[in-house]
Each structure stands twice: as C-alpha cells, then as structure tokens.
C-alpha cells in the first residue's frame, strides 16, 4: 500500500512540473529536479557569462553573504542563498546581504533581479530606493534615475532615497501593486507612483520558492502565507 507521504510527495511532484514546463524558456534540467523535490543551494542554473566577486562561477558554486553576482549581455544565473532564492537577468551587478540580514542589506546596483524571500525581516537597496521586505516575493529593476518594483506577495516599506519623506506600505498577493520609485520628483513626477506589471512571470515565481521548499501563495496550494 502506498504510503500518505509518498502520496503526497508524487502529487507535489507532478504539479510542479506542470507548474514549470508551462513556463516558457524554463531549462528542462532545471524543471526536472524541482520536480523531484530536491532543496537546492548555491548556483543552480547558469547562462553566458556570469561572475562571483569578479570570477568566472560555475554550477554548484556555493554563494555566501556580502559575495557579488554579476551577469553580461545576455546572460541570467538562477542561485540559492539559505531560504532565499534568486534570479538575475543579463547586465545586473549585485551585493548580497552579510551575515546580519536586518544590519546589512542586499545591494541591487544596476539590472532585473527576481528574488523570493524565507520569513524575517530584510532590505533591499537600490540607486534610488531602500526596500523593507517581509516574506516577500519581489521583482526589481534599477538604474541611477529610477526603479521598478514589483511586490508580487507579502509586504514592503518603500523609500525614495532622496527624499525620506516619500515612503510608501505596499501589501500585495498577486501583483496588486507595481512602483516606480525615482531619483529624482520634478514635477509633475511623484516620487513613488504605479506602475504596469512587466518582464517577470509566475511561472519563474513557482520555480524559485521550489528551490527552497515552497509554494507561492498564488497557487491556491500553499498555506497561508505569513511574513
């Protein structure tokens, strides 16, 4: 007789495929280990040229805090750090947090990073933003005059750097509330103002909490998320 955990285990197994093959551009490497339930760490999928702190990273490299990532034209590297999980698309540099997550924040220099988030308190800093972020799903692209944010689930404190004053509570579940966030608030530009849903899918959402043993609260499948 088959066991309740197995049972369970085969289902979770074959939604996440179906989850992940219906994503397009997903590796199929990629899908078939999410899909037999493996926790993954360190540098899970690789694209083009992709460095850590400057050298060249290979598949399996271990990533630790304060360590840089960077991406070329064209190139993306999927990547787990504890229980967090990452995606940075091509010509994006950044900074992981240090050992202390609430005094040391991750670094978003330039690029498109997607990053999904275990429970806890933790920061994110761009050119012209500092994000608070709880269990949080979260899609940003910065440059020096501007970022996107995009809360996909949980929570975020938004701040314009410039202006401190600009702040702005954002909770979401499923995309309810994209940002630009900017250097700079000439008139008739608001510091922080909505924004389209662009350039990322939940597709790649599903894949990175998989990589870290959840499910996104969209899913309908996942408990309540709690932040």
Not at 95 to 113: E, F, S, V, W
Not at 201 to 217: F, N, S
């Amino acid at each position: 007789m088959e066991h309740v955990e197995d049972r369970l285990q085969r289902t979770r197994r074959a939604w996440l495929r179906r989850a992940l093959l219906a994503g397009a551009g997903l590796p199929l490497l990629l899908a078939d280990a999410l899909a037999a339930g493996k926790r993954a760490s360190g540098m899970v999928e690789l694209k083009g040229e992709v460095r850590i702190n400057g050298k060249p990273a290979r598949p399996g490299a271990a990533l630790k805090p304060g360590d840089g990532v960077t991406t070329g034209p064209g190139a993306s590297a999927v990547f787990v750090l504890g229980r967090d999980a990452f995606l940075i698309r091509e010509n994006s540099e950044m900074r992981m947090a240090g050992g202390d997550a609430l005094a040391a924040p991750l670094r978003l220099l330039t690029g498109r990073l997607l990053s999904v988030f275990g429970r806890g308190a933790r920061s994110i800093v761009t050119s012209t933003a500092t994000i608070g972020i709880r269990g949080t799903g979260i899609y940003l692209e910065a440059d020096a005059e501007r970022t996107y944010v995009c809360t996909c689930y949980g929570r975020v404190e938004l701040q314009a750097n410039s202006a401190p004053g600009a702040r702005e509570t954002v909770e979401t579940t499923h995309h309810d509330a994209p940002r630009y966030v900017y250097a700079r608030g000439d008139m008739p530009i608001k510091m922080i103002e909505a924004a389209p849903v662009i350039n990322h899918t939940d597709a790649e959402l599903v894949m990175l909490e998989a990589l870290v043993g959840r499910k996104p609260p969209f899913t309908g499948a996942a408990e309540k998320y709690k932040y």
